[in-house]
């Protein structure tokens, strides 16, 4: 247990990066590729002459005679994560044949983030002069990626988890004619505050005063932010398997000193790096699509879960933001000892029935 719970906190895409050539033995039409912006203005002002796209395909698209594609699916991964980590834990659940999401009669198109994975981001050498992103700038970057870097101008789902999952719900108010579906998992349609923005700001804070962060401008990696992460673990994990995992206080420091050691042990190019991390969480601060919602005309389902720590589903947020879609409605499913807090998103069997129902009414 405690290595999956470390695994999915920190490590999903690193330690499970070499099962992606298992995937694509799996799927033969796995292509990964690159798309290059040109000049790309984020809503700072500030201008990368040359903005890297990486994404992965799966499945063939299909077109109409109009020429348009008809099965296309866009998957969004979570913060500090990238592609890799949705085809790790989704691939066996939902791509193979006669499951939802079927490679043989989809295209799915699985990008990496700016600031994620093999996409443009500070650790690439421009560090804190990187330009400052945000999540409008982000789902923009996707958009361009779609339809002029593969050709797509039709989606027949857009499915996120979790900053995905915000991301869900603006495509949907920024592009509301390009799809039939969507489904923001662990997600709440309203600006980050309260809890969930405390502690996003304490691991910003903790970051920026790292001694060795050097305002960013540092060669070898600030490592006493480390130190936050475990409360990173209290938030995204549910609170039954932490204690399962720690019922002691012995197992308790054991659990807290292989979170850091885990971070700590990273190359400093990937997710752990100090600005990566810091961009990443800074970027939801322009995350607002509450007063947008009455725009989404797609069939929409957004699934949270009970055992959420970072998403308070008991204020109604999300019910209330749903009264504003026509075609939409929410779900929240209990908790149980066999669920996962936040992360329950990357264990589809909770919630692929509710992706089938969503296929189902909107074709």
């Not at 007063?291 to 957004?302: D, R, V």
């Not at 998403?311 to 939409?328: D, Q, S, W, Y």
Request: glycine share 8%; proline share 5%; with cysteine.
């Amino acid at each position: 247990m405690r290595l999956n719970l470390t695994r999915l906190f920190f490590l999903v895409v690193l330690a499970l990066g070499a099962f992606c050539g298992f995937v694509s033995a799996q799927n033969s039409t796995q292509k990964a590729g690159d798309f290059i912006v040109h000049n790309f203005r984020f809503q700072s002002g500030e201008v990368l002459p040359d903005l890297h796209l990486h994404y992965v395909t799966l499945g063939t698209p299909k077109r109409d005679a109009g020429g348009h594609v008809t099965n296309a699916v866009l998957l969004l991964h979570a913060t500090n994560t990238n592609g890799n980590a949705i085809l790790v834990n989704l691939s066996g659940q939902l791509f193979g044949e006669g499951q939802p999401l079927d490679a043989t009669k989809y295209y799915l198109i699985i990008p990496d983030a700016i600031g994620h994975g093999a996409s443009s981001k500070p650790s690439d050498g421009l560090r804190a002069k990187f330009p400052h992103y945000g999540y409008n700038d982000m789902v923009e970057a996707q958009h361009r990626l779609v339809t002029e870097g593969l050709g797509v101008d039709h989606l027949r789902l857009v499915i996120g988890l979790s900053m995905g999952g915000m991301h869900t719900w603006l495509w949907g108010e920024k592009y509301p004619d390009m799809m039939d579906a969507l489904m923001p998992l662990v997600s709440q349609p309203v600006q980050i505050a309260g809890h969930n923005f405390l502690w996003r700001r304490v691991i910003i804070e903790t970051i920026r005063n790292d001694p060795e962060w050097n305002g960013g401008d540092y060669i070898k990696q600030p490592s006493h932010w480390h130190l936050i992460l475990p409360m990173q673990q209290i938030m995204v994990n549910s609170r039954a398997r932490l204690y399962a995992t720690a019922p002691t206080r012995e197992k308790a420091n054991e659990l807290f000193n292989n979170i850091v050691s885990a971070a700590q042990n990273v190359g400093p190019t990937l997710v752990n790096d100090a600005n990566n991390f810091l961009y990443a969480y800074e970027a939801s601060s322009d995350y607002d699509p509450e007063p947008n919602l009455g725009k989404i005309k797609a069939h929409l389902l957004s699934v949270n879960f009970a055992d959420d720590m970072i998403n308070a589903n008991e204020l109604g947020v999300v019910e209330r933001a749903i009264a504003k879609i026509p075609n939409a409605r929410s779900v929240t499913v209990p908790a149980s000892d066999q669920s996962y807090g936040h992360f329950n998103s990357l264990h589809p069997d909770i919630w692929k029935a509710y992706l089938i129902e969503l296929l189902q009414s909107s074709s």
